[in-house]
Each structure stands twice: as C-alpha cells, then as structure tokens.
C-alpha cells in the first residue's frame, strides 16, 4: 500500500497493492493492521454505497458535527468521480482550501478524509458506484452541508450542468455554515 499526502494534513490518497493476472485482480481494500503501519488508525463503524445513474451528479459537500464528525475512507467500486475534499477547521492554516481526486474502478486508488473536512464528488461516467467507510455513525441532527459552488471556495468541478439533490442546492456558504471542529 502506497499512502500519499496531499496539501491538506491528514487528507492522504492510499494507492492499494493490486494483484492481478489473466484472471482478473485481487487486493486488500482495507485492512487495520496495514492502515496502522502508515499511522492510519480509525475504527470504521458504518458501509455506504452510492449509484449515480448520470454523469454529472454532484454530492455533496457533507459533513458531522462533533460529537458525530466522521472519519470517511472513500474509494469507487464502477465508473469515476471527481473527489474533491474541503478544509473547514476554522483554525487550520488551509481552512477554506480544498483538493479534488479522481478516483476509479480502474485507478482503486482511495481518499481518506477525516473528521473537520467537508466532503462530495462528481461524477465523471454515468453508473457510477461509490463505497466509503466511516467512522461514526450517520446522525440526522449533526448533518450538515456547504454549497458546492460557493465562489469562496472555487472549486473546479468537471461539470457546467450539475444533477443535484434539493438538499444539496440549500446548504449555505461556508462563511454561513455551522461548523465545531477542533
């Protein structure tokens, strides 16, 4: 297993070990013990899995508050999207900044995004799936989200006409959002 950070601390891309051959591949998707030798120690609680039928769909930016923030290890299991990962620590030195990923049935690279980042995809290919593990449990009370085309942000999403939820299209900015994180 390849761990790469990004610009974002404790925001790392992990490239899995894949083994493959004439029949096809096999790799570990997670594993504690290996995650801990690179100083990734979570205790994930809660699969997801998405489908987005269309290419285009936007989700997101979501995130917790505490006591509910999540840890989220995020990986494509058919088609593409483009991840994308928003520092919203107001004491972080990056607060506000933000990196997006492409992630792939074909690339099996993964994104670890932990608790104080705000997080959502597009998706680049239509039948697109998506699984993420997470390290508390969904809760509606500290669900909250950030506008994803908030020009203080500017993030670059690789779509002119999104498909997106009617929850989606209400969150504030992030200069409005409610956020406590440490």
Known sequence: MNVIETKLKDVY???????????????????????REHNIDYQFVQD?????????????LHYQLNPKAQ??????????????????????????????VSLSAKNKHQLLVPQGFAHGFCTT????????????????????GILWNDPAIGIKWPTDQPILSDKDMKHPLLCDADMNFK
């Not at 840890?71 to 990196?99: C, H, M």
Request: aromatic share 12%; glycine share 8%; proline share 5%.
């Open 48 to 60: 997801n899995h998405s489908l987005s039928v269309e290419k285009g769909v936007i989700r997101g």
């Open 125 to 144: 290919v239509p039948n697109t799936e998506v699984l993420y593990k997470v390290d508390e449990f969904y809760s509606p009370e500290h669900d909250r």
């Open 13 to 35: 891309i992990i490239e899995p070990a894949v083994h493959g051959d004439h029949r096809g591949f096999f790799m570990e998707s997670y594993n504690s013990l290996t995650f």
């Open 71 to 100: 840890t989220k290890l995020v990986r494509v299991v058919a088609g593409e999207i483009y991840d994308v990962v928003v520092d919203i620590r107001r004491n972080s030195p990056t607060f506000g900044q933000w990196i997006g």
